[in-house]
């Protein structure tokens, strides 16, 4: 079961991953103004949001079986309507649609991975984010690949494919979990906004648009500073699957137990701090070798801290909650990557100042939360004497 969930989380987001070289030129071919095209390449992120939001409620009512298989049903059928799409108006509504069934997927995907012992979360969430880099390093290559020797139809076709057939897996194979209790406690269940006033969730729910926000500018940033320094554009292709690669091999190796080791937050915070570090030291990054040192540093920052807010989840959820709490903070993620190349894009600023104001938002994150852990940390312990 555990290797089928992992293998639903690969194609989810290969489908995110493999969008990246093909839309915009996709979007093109339908002579759609820049702006248009720019609102297409938004759309699915805008809409991913709402799916992901509308799931935690459905999560919770119903169980997250139910909403995976519809997912991937209703993900895999909207796919193949991208081969029909005539008009610039025909395309922005597959791609809100695909972004919205597709909001469904990692929220529950993520809450089957939930179940189970406490005291494993930190090392489940590894290896699911062993697989999330997985689809980062494949994704763009197979999108790439595909269209170029074959058309951007067949991308969609094979997804397609591969969504319904893991519709069907899941549907076939996933247990159901505790469907009674659900149903029990769904009339009880809590709304989103005392969920963001739980402290370790809301430090986690910011420690995910952080992230985001620098995976945003990283994305936008990175084929600038390639292009700006005369490099073969291919490096930022390269450069951006070496910290997926570290991170891997750090959600993999038995070094992977440190995160049940250490507090959840603690790693969350060192994970911030080295992706802060990094940023900075690419920002004057002026050789390749020196690029590709900072992009293993970042990949460590990473490792540390995407295990460590999925966690965090885990660990100050119930069942009733769990789902909510996973969509909501899946919706960070998404406005996390909006935020980061919008905002840096309308700015105009150059790589260099672009990727300081990226390291400087999660350092100051950082320090806040650093200052609010000690401060809890002291009242816990004025509490127990």
């Known amino acids: 079961m555990k290797f089928l969930i992992y293998f639903i989380v690969i194609a989810a987001f290969i ?71 005539e008009t610039p108006m025909h395309l922005i509504t597959v791609r809100f649609f695909h972004g919205l069934f597709g909001g469904f997927l990692v929220p529950a995907a993520f809450t089957v991975i939930a179940r189970g012992k406490s005291h494993k979360q930190g090392k489940k969430m590894a290896v699911s984010g062993a697989a999330v880099g997985c689809s980062a390093i494949i994704g763009p290559a197979f999108g790439a690949v595909i269209a170029s020797n074959y058309s951007i139809n067949w991308v969609f076709l094979i997804i397609a494919a591969t969504m319904i057939t893991s519709a069907i897996l899941a549907f076939v194979f996933l247990p159901s979990g505790n469907l009674k209790k659900v149903k029990e406690e769904s009339s009880h269940s809590e709304k989103m906004l005392p969920l963001l006033k739980n402290p370790m969730l809301a430090a986690s729910y910011l420690g995910a648009f952080s992230l985001m926000f620098a995976q945003g500018a990283l994305a936008y940033l990175l084929p600038l500073q390639v292009e700006a320094l005369q490099f073969d554009s291919i490096f930022s292709g390269i450069l951006l699957s070496t910290f997926g690669i570290t991170a891997i091999l750090i959600f993999l190796l038995p070094i992977n137990k440190i995160f049940d080791k250490y507090k959840h937050h603690n790693s969350m915070l060192a994970g911030m701090l080295i992706i802060g570090m990094a940023l900075i030291l690419l920002s004057s990054a002026s050789s390749l070798a020196f690029m590709f040192l900072c992009m293993v540093l970042y990949g460590i920052g990473f490792a540390l801290l995407f295990p460590s807010i999925n966690a965090l989840i885990a660990s100050h959820t119930t069942e009733k909650t769990r789902g909510k709490a996973f969509g909501l903070f899946y919706a960070f993620f998404s406005l996390g990557v909006v935020a980061g190349s919008t905002l840096l894009g309308l700015l105009g600023v150059t790589f ?26 002291s009242q816990l312990l004025k509490s127990q004497e």
């Open 15 to 85: 489908d995110t991953f493999s969008q990246l070289p093909i839309m915009s030129p996709f979007a093109k071919t339908f002579d759609s103004s820049p702006a248009f095209v720019g609102l297409i390449v938004g759309m699915y992120s805008f809409s991913n949001m709402i799916g992901n939001i509308l799931a935690g409620y459905w999560i919770d009512k119903s169980g997250a079986k139910k909403v995976l298989v519809s997912g991937l049903s209703l993900t895999g059928m909207i796919l193949v309507l991208y081969a029909f799409a």
């Open 352 to 377: 260099n100042i672009g990727f300081l104001i990226a390291a400087a938002l999660l350092l100051l994150t950082v320090c806040g939360m650093f200052i609010y852990f000690k401060k809890r940390s």
